[in-house]
Nanobody, 125 residues
Framework: QLQLVESGGGLVQPGGSLRLSCTAS????????IGWFRQAPGKEREGVSC????????YYADSVKGRFTISRDNAKNTVYLQMNSLKPEDTAVYYC??????????????????WGQGTQVTVSS
């Protein structure tokens, strides 16, 4: 069974940090562009960041540039999202996604094949 499993979410104070992990089972992430998306209550799902499969090209939404870092460890079949200087507006359910057809520094696009179940991130004092 093909699965993406996120972990690392939780409650953190403004200015704090969290690291999200996304581990794949049933398939190898090496060949796919991977990304993180988030959805806050009452809002549409938005693309936060993605990383290409071969050359490590990354994309970040303007709202997270300079604060979030995406990385991948192919040996562990895992992708990470390091989130620093967290703000209350970062509160959302964060989803991992694999096989993103387009992931370039200016954006992402296409029909995504695989989604994780999501992990809640709450930034509050």
């Amino acid at each position: 069974q093909l699965q993406l499993v996120e972990s690392g979410g939780g409650l953190v104070q403004p200015g704090g940090s969290l690291r999200l992990s996304c581990t794949a089972s049933g398939f190898t992430l090496d060949y796919y562009a991977i990304g993180w998306f988030r959805q806050a209550p009452g809002k549409e799902r938005e693309g936060v960041s993605c990383i290409s499969s071969s050359d490590g090209i990354t994309y970040y939404a303007d709202s997270v540039k300079g604060r979030f870092t995406i990385s991948r460890d192919n040996a562990k079949n895992t992708v990470y999202l390091q989130m620093n200087s967290l703000k209350p507006e970062d509160t959302a359910v964060y989803y991992c996604a694999a096989d993103i057809p387009v992931c370039v520094p200016t954006g992402w696009g296409g029909l995504i094949s695989y989604w994780g179940q999501g992990t809640q991130v709450t930034v509050s004092s």
